[in-house]
């Protein structure tokens, strides 16, 4: 049984950091796709990053030059970093995860909001 407990999220203003953590549990999880992705009040899932165990990350065209993922292999923890924030960035944040046999090359930020496993989610509010 695969568990993720995200973490790390609060309000922060505009332009400040912030590092969301994942732990993450499960038989063969170190092997599974990972990634992050963010809903907004009336808005849709939007796929932020994406990491496979190769360790290359994969980021979406509103994470780009902001954010980076990274993952402890050892610990079984995935981040996400966050740099200068926006208000745009506010939502619940979400680890998912997802068997790598299942999804081909873990590439595609886009797919994280359907894979099989996420976890409670996290809040992250940007105030202006």
Known sequence: ?????ESGGTSVQAGRSLILSCAAS????RT???GWFRQAPEK?????AIMGVDGVPYLS?????????????????????MNDLK?????MYYCAAHPPWLIGPCRNP???????????GTQVTVSS
């Not at 902001?66 to 981040?79: H, P, Q, S």
């Not at 208000?87 to 939502?91: L, V, Y």
């Open 44 to 48: 849709e899932r939007e796929g932020v």
């Open 87 to 91: 208000p745009e960035d506010t939502g």
């Open 110 to 120: 886009g797919l994280v909001p359907d894979f099989d496993y996420r976890g409670q």
């Open 26 to 29: 499960g038989e063969e999880i």
């Open 32 to 34: 599974y796709c990972m």
């Open 1 to 5: 049984q695969v568990q993720l407990v």
């Open 61 to 81: 065209d509103a994470a780009k030059g902001r954010f980076t993922i990274a993952r402890d292999n050892g610990k079984a923890i995935l981040y996400l970093q």
